[in-house]
Nanobody
């Protein structure tokens, strides 16, 4: 069983920055496709960024967010700059095995609130 624990969320003013962390149990970061999703109240969960063989970003965060991974620490990060109120959501870490169906795991999420 894979466990993912997110941290780093909080309240930030528009234009500010936060860095989210996702600590994974076991040495999976170097194997799995690691992603960050977010879900705002009343909206569907959406992909923000993913890192596997390639790195992908939602159009709404391109140029502002950066996903990175530290394989030695089994940790994935999401650096978020120039945050805006529309970025307010609960952010979830996801780990998905690139080949094995069903090996898809979620963290409990961390809240990001952008407000003045």
């Amino acid at each position: 069983q894979v466990h993912l624990v997110e941290s780093g969320g909080g309240l930030v003013q528009p234009g500010g920055s936060l860095r989210l962390s996702c600590a994974a149990s076991g040495s999976i970061v170097k194997i799995y496709v690691m992603g960050w999703y977010r879900q705002a109240p009343g909206k569907q969960r959406e992909l923000v960024a993913a890192s596997g063989g390639t790195t992908n970003y939602a159009d709404s965060v391109k140029g502002r967010y950066t996903i990175s991974r530290d394989n030695a620490k089994n940790t994935v990060y999401l650096q978020m700059n120039n945050l805006q109120p529309e970025d307010t959501a609960r952010y979830y870490c996801n780990a998905r095995h690139p080949l094995l169906v069903g090996m898809n795991y979620w963290g409990q999420g961390t809240q990001v609130t952008v407000s003045s």
